[in-house]
């Protein structure tokens, strides 16, 4: 373990192909510090890992998804120096992603969808170690799983920090002293060896998770854009890139809908206080974003976010009147399907809350066996086609003016939810989907513009 360690993690579209991947490479090898290399699964492969597992398809409609992915991958494995060296690794984990994909139980069972899910990271980090290697330096094809302890939650599992820190110093650190080790982002293994996920985008976590049991002092985030931005720069072209955030307002930031971060990941980095950075694989020269504990300047307003597919669910039961614990039973059952609330207001018979829901996904799932056991409890009334719009910022709830501004860059939209003054950090109203682009336009150019 050392002090100057670097973590560095590359998403799918900075390792999509032959070229973005050797441009991967290059960041790693100029900086010395960087001895563990997360990756992503290739852009494009995830989504069609997510088809094969969630979707009842033909095998003739599997064969050609299943074709789609070897396309990608053999694209990258025909221009390397060497193919040979790692040909028949590769063409055995295509032939294990095709047995997972053709089992006749995969839309039904949440083990085999992760076994499937982790192919894509799995094939990456072999060929982006082969690629390394290329340039002259030792890099290994390390398994995660070897370290990356979870519980047995399949497709949304929670790692275990005692257990990754353990493993980690016995099996991992040893590796750092010879070579560059290239491991997965996003996959685990729980106590009996089963293949688990940290859910969508968790190749971020992984790096933070791997860059706290290590004792490392950075963990690099690099992307396609340069840094965290005031806005999703695909909303508006005034958005600018931020020099830096703090831990807490990165965390509002990917809480509330900023792809750039997953939202775990700012937990090991505050725990440990590890500095991470936020840049380009492409353009790594332009610099990017740091996200320290202390800013040295901390202003009002740092950046607007989108969440997309928020329910509204409101529970409504004149027993709560004066009556104790009608909020426990209700939270409760949240609890119990571990669904996460994001915004929340109440009155005096009925609470609203949102929910994500994304289609297709596990939350959607389980959020109507939830509904359903509510619905046995109290009145329940959902609406959907919303999504949260969050201005982050600090001490939002004691400077005067600040409210008065953000309010009159949305006055002609329809709030359904607004929640301000839990947090010093962030100011969320929850709004028609199909005005959210324009809430978004309009609060950056009142606050940034």
């Not at 560095?8 to 001895?35: L, R």
């Not at 928020?310 to 119990?336: N, R, S």
């Not at 509510?374 to 004691?398: I, W």
């Amino acid at each position: 373990m050392q002090s100057s360690l670097n973590i560095a993690k590359f998403g799918g579209t900075s390792v999509a192909n032959y070229d973005t991947i050797n441009n991967c490479a290059q960041v790693v090898i100029n900086n010395p510090n960087t001895k563990v290399v997360v990756v992503s699964a290739a852009a494009g492969v995830t989504n069609h890992l997510v088809l094969l597992a969630n979707t009842s398809l033909t095998s003739q409609q599997a064969s050609e998804i299943i074709e789609k992915i070897r396309v990608i991958e053999l694209a990258i494995l025909n221009e390397l120096k060497n193919p040979s060296e790692v040909e028949d690794k590769l063409f055995a984990l295509l032939d294990e992603l095709e047995e997972y994909a053709c089992h006749e139980e995969i839309n039904f069972r949440d083990d085999l969808k992760d076994a499937l899910l982790s192919m894509g990271e799995r094939i990456s980090s072999l060929l982006v170690a082969a690629i390394i290697r290329e340039h002259g330096y030792q890099a290994i094809n390390f398994d995660v799983r070897k370290v990356l302890r979870t519980d047995s939650r399949h497709t949304e599992a929670s790692p275990n920090i005692e257990d990754i820190e353990r493993l980690s110093a016995q099996l991992l650190a040893p590796e750092l002293e010879t070579a560059i080790v290239v491991t997965q982002g996003f996959v685990g293994a729980d106590k009996a060896g089963k293949t688990t996920t940290l859910g969508r985008g968790g190749s971020d976590f992984t790096a933070a998770l791997l860059a706290e049991a290590l004792g490392a002092s950075t963990c690099e985030i690099w992307t396609d854009v340069i840094g965290v931005y005031t806005t999703d720069p695909r909303i508006t072209d005034k958005a600018r890139p931020l020099a830096e955030l703090s831990f807490e307002e990165a965390a509002e930031m990917a809480t509330f809908g900023a792809k750039v971060l997953h939202p775990a990941t700012m937990e090991p980095a505050l725990r440990q206080n590890i500095k991470v950075f936020v840049g380009s694989s492409k353009e790594p020269e332009k610099g990017g974003t740091w996200i320290v504990r202390d800013c040295k300047h901390e202003p009002a307003f740092r950046a607007i976010t989108r969440r997309k597919d928020q329910v509204l669910v409101t529970v409504k039961t004149p027993k709560m009147m004066y009556a104790q614990g009608f909020l426990e039973q209700v939270f409760h059952i949240i609890a119990k399907h571990k669904l996460s609330v994001d915004l929340i207001t109440t009155s005096e018979i009925s609470v609203s809350f949102t929910l994500d829901n994304p289609p297709n996904s596990m939350s959607e799932k389980i959020n109507k066996e939830t509904l359903l056991e509510l619905s046995q409890l109290c009145e329940v009334n959902v609406e959907r086609d919303f999504d949260a719009v969050t201005v982050v910022g600090n001490n939002m709830h004691s400077e005067a003016g600040v409210s008065a501004k953000i309010f009159a860059a949305v006055a002609r939209f329809n709030l359904r939810m607004i929640c301000f003054g839990a947090n010093v950090h962030n100011l969320s109203f929850v709004v028609d989907k199909n005005d959210s682009t324009d809430v978004v336009k309009g609060l950056h150019a009142a606050l940034f513009e």
